[in-house]
């Protein structure tokens, strides 16, 4: 009876799943989803709060806030030359773009195994779709820190340099993307598997802020210690990231190139292991 | 050969029970560390072979099968037969442990009504968000929005959050999106068993119509018989994840249903003190005998049913007669037939009473004997002494809800029209 199997077929589903996943078409044909998804997040993150959208700053304001009278009053820690408002709101706002990003896609498998154990689809969607939410509550802060940088620029004594650098803003916004989906794709195999990843992740991901400069610049750390805070990759990205907009920071090209490396490597083998690993984990969740 | 749309080749899904791996990190890093760097034994797994293969369950054993263009199936099978594992691997939900599925053209599933349906979101936005899960796209779900709506009937709610609905509206809706699917393949699991009777109907005539016009191969996973033999032409019959039987719908659907009548239609016993009964009568056998053509097909509307029993007397001089009491599953009475009383000696008496075919309604039931002296005095109730089932049988009424009433009699019913309307 099943002799045919030299036959074209459209499509064929074996024991093992392909390395490359289902690749670009078929994420391409799926483009509504993942604004449907977007769409999704936006209405109920915010439905039946009385200040809807207005969250989105007020977070970070109330945060930068506290690091203000916090790090800057009590303890006392120096922000160099720029103002510890735009200092300060410069840092939360892209780690808040990595930290979301990060913890979200990290839990993809246990958050929506309601929906992956009934219907297919490329599972890389639901993270594409976190992560362009999150881009999107990225670019409203930063247009607010653009109206702080402005105020400062306009009535306070403060002279950043040349406003063109800030063209390496989406630069910096691309490779912190980058990380932290390859990153939480990685970690989201692992906590669909180990269910202790899941704190791993959560505390980890506090202690990783201390290495990263998002409350003390980058020049006041000692030379003894500077090499352990560059490490991490994303060092380097917070540095520019503040050197382009405040004209601040410790840039140079060999952590850089070391962090830009870092990022791809990084998406390549979390890619593989997520196309490789992700069907095998519907039956495990 | 090039309308095969489907083709499921020696497809094989195995489970393991209880945990995978051993659950935790620390235990799989340990593990690691022993078997792959000390290259000692598994310090967790140490099982000889008839333990390993008590701990696995094969879903799906050797399943294979083609499907052609535009063809429904139905796939039936008691609860874990493999059914639902069967369709989800076809769906690209999970992989098979063995085996290949191929197939040509766009493939929809629907295994569960409401898949991603946001209770704050409103049914509006539902109908888009769901049609996307399912693969439509944004233009499609435009075309037919309106469609979708009037379907659904809800029309007065798509601006509610779906959260008020009742849940026959939330079916409604959720059903609607996705009876506009218009994928090449479309696969279903038990979808229609929710829904009141109308709307199922509507959802049948739905599916009907877009297999027949649109040439749309359906796979539909079904405990209803009657939804299947109705729908379907082609049948597939799963027994602990084997493919039992395979073929034309009416054929393998009658040997599923023999083979799931296994009730009490007979009992005997050789020993009076064995027997049920008391001083006075003990019952010696006692029979269901389905008076069909074929002896293996099963017993449904259709079928005269006759009741035999023997019981020993133990009195000479004795007036005796017997009730046949017929209940339905839920205990309520659907009728009480006394027999004739005839003078007994002591001895064996036997009795046989027909139920006629076409003439109780689909359903469970089991029947008592009352034996009584003098039509009067209760000499013993033999209750519940036997069961069975009948299934429902309609011939050519294209009509799936359940069929009301505690006897569906063939009576001489006839419409004639007796004017004409002049044009």
Same mark, same amino acid.
């Given at each position: 009876m099943l002799t045919s199997t030299d036959r074209n077929w459209d499509w064929e589903i074996k024991n093992q799943a392909s390395w490359?996943?289902? &690749?670009l078409p078929e994420l391409w044909s799926y483009r509504y989803l993942l604004v449907g998804l977007v769409r999704r997040d936006f209405l109920l993150g915010y439905q039946?709060?009385?200040?809807g959208p207005l969250w989105l700053l007020l977070q970070p304001i109330m945060t930068m806030i506290t690091y203000v009278l916090?790090?800057?009053?009590?303890?006392?820690?120096s922000t160099g030359e720029s103002p510890p408002v735009l200092f300060y709101m410069a840092g939360i706002i892209l780690w808040n773009l990595f930290n979301d990003a990060f913890t979200g896609t990290s839990s993809i498998f246990r958050d929506n195994a309601h929906i992956f154990s009934k219907v297919y689809f490329p599972r890389l969607i639901v993270p594409f779709a976190q992560l362009s939410g999150f881009l999107i509550s990225f670019g409203i802060q930063f247009l607010f820190l653009l109206l702080l940088i402005a105020y400062y620029l306009l009535f306070t004594a403060w002279q950043p340099h040349?406003? &063109?650098?800030?063209?390496l803003v989406p630069f910096v916004m691309v490779v912190v993307s980058i990380q932290s989906l390859a990153l939480g794709l990685l970690f989201s195999v692992l906590t669909g598997k180990y269910r202790d990843v899941k704190f791993v992740v959560g505390l980890g991901v506090r202690l990783l802020m201390f290495l990263t400069p998002v409350i003390y610049?980058?020049?006041?750390?000692t030379e003894k210690w500077r090499w352990v805070v560059q490490l991490n990759p994303l060092t380097s990205l917070f540095e520019l990231f503040r050197w382009a907009l405040l004209g601040q920071g410790l840039v140079s090209t060999g952590p850089l190139l070391y962090s830009i490396s870092f990022t791809l490597v990084l998406l390549l083998v979390s890619l593989l292991t997520f196309n490789k690993q992700g069907s095998k984990l519907i039956d495990v969740i | 050969m090039s309308d095969v749309a489907l083709q499921v080749e020696k497809l094989s899904k195995m489970y393991r029970l209880g945990?995978?791996?051993?659950?935790s990190l620390r235990q799989d890093l340990q593990r690691w560390w022993t078997t792959?760097?000390?290259?000692?034994?598994?310090p967790f797994f140490q099982l000889d072979p008839t333990d390993v293969r008590r701990q696995?369950?094969?879903?799906?054993?050797?399943v294979s099968f083609e499907v052609k263009k535009g063809e429904i199936w139905g796939i039936i099978g008691s609860n874990g037969a493999g059914k639902s594992t069967l369709l989800k691997i076809i769906s690209r939900i999970v992989r098979p442990t063995e085996g290949t599925v191929r197939g040509r053209g766009r493939i929809s599933s629907?295994?569960?009504?409401?898949?991603?349906?946001?209770?704050?979101?409103?049914g509006r936005e539902n109908v888009f968000l769901s049609g996307y899960i399912l693969g439509m796209s944004k233009a499609e779900i435009r075309a037919k929005y309106d469609e979708i709506a009037a379907f659904s009937g809800i029309e007065k709610f798509?601006?509610?959050?779906?959260?008020?609905?009742s849940s026959g509206m939330y079916v409604r809706l959720a059903f609607a999106v996705a009876a506009h699917l218009e994928p090449d393949i479309l696969i279903l699991d038990?979808?229609?068993?929710?829904?009141d009777a109308e709307f199922q109907k509507k959802c049948l005539g739905k599916m009907r119509e877009v297999s027949q016009s649109a040439g749309r191969t359906i796979l539909f996973v079904s405990h209803s018989m009657q939804a299947v033999t109705n729908l379907c032409e082609k049948c597939l019959w799963l027994q602990h994840g084997q493919v039992k039987a395979l073929g034309e719908v009416t054929t393998v659907v009658n040997q599923y249903l023999a083979n799931a009548q296994?009730?009490?239609l007979k009992q005997n016993w050789d020993q009076p003190a064995d027997a049920p009964g008391n001083d006075r009568i003990r019952f010696k056998y006692i029979e269901l005998v389905p008076q069909h053509a074929q002896p293996d097909s099963p017993l449904d509307i259709r079928t005269p049913l006759t009741i035999k029993f023997e019981f020993w007397n133990f009195a000479d001089e004795i007036l005796i007669s017997t009730s046949l009491v017929l209940f339905s599953y839920?205990?309520?009475?659907i009728f009480d037939v006394p027999s004739t009383a005839t003078m007994c000696q002591k001895g064996i008496v036997s009795g046989e009473c027909t139920i006629p075919g076409n003439f109780l309604n689909d359903g469970s039931y089991y029947i008592s004997l009352y034996v009584v002296k003098d039509t009067s005095?209760?000499?013993y109730d033999y209750e519940e002494c036997l069961s069975f089932d009948l299934e429902d049988y309609r011939g050519e009424i294209k009509w799936y809800g359940k069929w009301w009433g505690a006897v569906r009699p063939l009576l001489p019913f006839r419409l004639t029209q007796t004017e004409w309307v002049l044009q």
């Open positions: 490359w996943g289902s &690749g039946q709060t009385v200040l916090v790090f800057g009053k009590v303890v006392g820690i040349p406003l &063109g650098w800030m063209l610049p980058m020049q006041y750390v | 945990t995978i791996g051993t659950g792959a760097i000390r290259k000692k034994e598994d696995t369950l094969w879903a799906l054993r050797d629907l295994l569960e009504v409401g898949t991603g349906f946001q209770a704050e979101l409103t798509l601006d509610t959050p779906v959260k008020r609905y038990e979808v229609l068993a929710v829904g296994q009730f009490k839920s205990g309520e009475c005095t209760s000499l």
